[in-house]
């Protein structure tokens, strides 16, 4: 027997009886896959692509059906809404007209206004859309699917819905703008009316504090007699200056008392010494004056407004005092002075205290003191009262100019009422009706599902390839370990069928001594050899093949030897008719045949 031969045992398969054909096949030599993808694929599913072709146009035409009826048709709706950032005037711009300075800020604002959950909310209850969703579907749901997006090179924002149905869609997109529109919408309008109604309000309250203000002036200059305040004023100094020069001359007579046993000198001036002539015989007299009467008016004015132990009442009061207290001391070295001079007085009015005692003498001075006090604090309450009006009528011209002010902003606002109602937001197109559905996933899931089907049977039958290796063609039988060795012996029909059927019976005869001349053309010449025919599978035609091949190889002059190796089934012995005889077994345990 060859070597190939021997190392090559010969497998016959029958696989289908259909196919009426047994191929011989090589086992240890098998290719797994062939030289390429396509010959490792003709592999796995020769014998099979009929029947994988049937299932896999069943199971496409299935899963296109399912994928058609599961696919969903989308319609969309479109609309847009514009916002414009400068409005237009009818004369003047106001802030209201202006360009915005953060134009896109507000856009954008506006882009999540329109997608937050208070517009959603308010649109969702739209009769028009629950009567456009029915009770199958939830018209939040619909809104859940609103698409917002804003175009920088325009003013105008897109808004799409999509739903199942173009009533839906529609309905819906309708119904986010009217909630938008109801709820964002309409600020131009309430602001505009929100600004006049203020404006109207800060009117009345400049014109009720005008009026309280003439009212406090005509209240303060009710106390006097005189309207003329200032010239009030310079009357009541004229007065406190006659005090004064009576009070000098009082003090001036008291000193000369003083050297003559308590009476006033008879040679005493009439008069005394005049304030302008110790203001002459002391300058300083003069400007410490000055500073006494301003403390003194500054004190009146704090007064007034700050209670009393307060820091800016304690600090004037305090400043008050300090300047009496040094025209005081001045005034009464201005007076020792002058009474060094005494001979060189003025003579004025006759103020007369000669002959008079020191008690009487003081007697007049606390009483001119009493009426210069009562007339200084006159003086300073109608200067506190002068500062006072001057206040007011400050605060009138200011009240006054507010007022115009108001006036002229409530009349540009009224001018431009129209425009500024309208407000920067306009709806530019509400939701058109989709005649053509924008998303159509029936032919996309029905090509999937036709190509699915066709790759689930390609798969299936592929893994049953790997799994069932049984050769349904010659190429299968190739053996790259031996190239050497026949792949394939020949080809027989199915022999069961041959059986009832003479003529291919006359086939079978002839494809079974093709085979024997085939092993012949092969082996090497010896006296003997053995065939061995095996196979991984049950019922693939090992007994038939050995009978034919028996008979074959008996027919040209072979002698022949028949050794059923099956020591369960042990269909050759069945066949034969040799059940009981003496065979493989007792060979291996040694009995002689």
């Known amino acids: 027997m060859p070597k190939s031969v021997q190392q090559t045992e010969l497998a016959i398969h029958q696989p289908f009886p259909e196919y009426g054909e047994v191929n011989y096949q090589a086992p240890q030599g098998n290719s797994s896959g062939g030289s390429s993808l396509w010959e490792m694929v003709d592999d796995r599913l020769r014998g099979r692509w009929r029947l994988m072709f049937i299932v896999g146009a069943v199971l496409a035409v299935a899963c296109m059906a ?130 006049l109604k203020e404006l109207t309000v ?13 009212v406090e002036q005509q209240r303060i200059l009710s106390r006097y007699a005189k309207l003329d305040l200032p010239e009030l004023q310079a009357d009541k100094h004229q007065e406190m200056d006659g005090f004064q020069d009576r009070l ?27 304030d302008l002539y110790l203001e002459s015989v002391s300058p300083r007299l003069q400007q410490l004056r000055g500073m006494m009467d301003e403390a003194r008016t500054h004190f009146a004015f704090v007064r007034e407004r700050f209670k009393d132990g307060t820091a800016q009442y304690v600090r004037a009061e305090k400043r008050a005092e300090t300047a009496q207290m040094l025209y005081e001391e001045e005034y009464g070295n201005a007076i020792k002075m002058a009474v060094q001079i005494a001979d060189s007085l003025p003579v004025g009015e006759l103020v007369d205290f000669r ?16 009426e210069l006090q009562a007339t200084e604090i006159e003086a300073q309450r109608i200067a506190t009262d002068i500062q006072t009006l001057g206040d007011l009528a400050i605060g009138e011209e200011q009240l006054a100019g507010s007022i115009a002010t108001a006036a002229r902003r409530q009349d540009q606002l009224e001018l431009e009422e129209d425009t500024l109602r309208k407000g920067r937001i306009s709806v530019a197109q509400r939701g058109d009706m989709p005649f053509a559905p924008s998303e159509d996933s029936r032919k996309k899931r029905a090509i999937l599902g036709f190509v699915g089907g066709f790759g689930a049977s390609f798969g299936l039958f592929f893994l049953l390839g790997c799994v069932d290796r049984r050769a349904y063609g010659s190429r299968q039988l190739r053996c790259e370990a031996l190239p050497e060795a026949p792949g394939c012996l020949g080809v027989l029909p199915d022999l069961g069928h041959s059986l009832r059927d003479p003529e291919s019976s ?36 090992k007994t038939s093949i050995v009978m034919a091949l028996g008979w074959s190889y008996a027919a040209a002059g072979f002698r022949t030897l028949l050794i059923d190796c099956d020591l369960v089934g042990r269909s050759l012995t069945r066949q034969l008719g040799m059940i009981g005889r003496a065979g493989l077994r007792e060979m291996l345990h040694g009995t002689s045949l």
């Open 202 to 214: 800060y009117q009345d309250d400049l014109t009720r504090q005008k009026r309280l203000n003439r």
């Open 506 to 541: 006359d086939i079978a005869a002839h494809c079974v001594h093709q085979i024997r001349n085939q092993i012949e053309t092969a082996r090497e010449d010896r006296d003997g050899y053995v065939i061995a025919i095996s196979s991984p599978y049950q019922g693939d035609g």
């Open 248 to 274: 000098s001359t009082a003090n001036f007579a008291l000193s000369g008392a003083s050297g003559n046993g308590g009476t006033v000198p008879w040679n005493t001036p009439v008069d005394g010494p005049q």
């Open 355 to 370: 002959g008079l005692s020191a008690e009487r003498v003081k007697e007049e001075i606390s009483a001119i003191s009493d």
């Open 66 to 195: 399912y994928g058609w009826m599961s696919g969903k048709i989308r319609y969309q709706s479109e609309g847009s809404i514009r916002i414009i950032p400068t409005l237009p005037h009818l004369i003047k711009k106001t802030d209201e007209t202006r360009a915005m300075p953060h134009f896109e800020m507000f856009r954008t604002t506006q882009v999540h206004f329109l997608k937050s959950n208070r517009v959603l909310d308010h649109a969702s209850k739209s009769p028009e859309l629950q009567a456009a969703t029915g009770t199958e579907v939830s018209p939040r749901g619909v809104l859940e699917g609103l698409k917002v997006r804003s175009d920088r090179e325009s003013e105008l924002i897109f808004l799409a819905v999509e739903a199942d149905d173009p009533k839906s869609a529609q309905a819906a997109l309708d119904a986010v703008i009217d909630a938008y529109t109801d709820i964002y919408g309409r600020a131009g309008s309430d602001d505009v009316s929100t600004k």
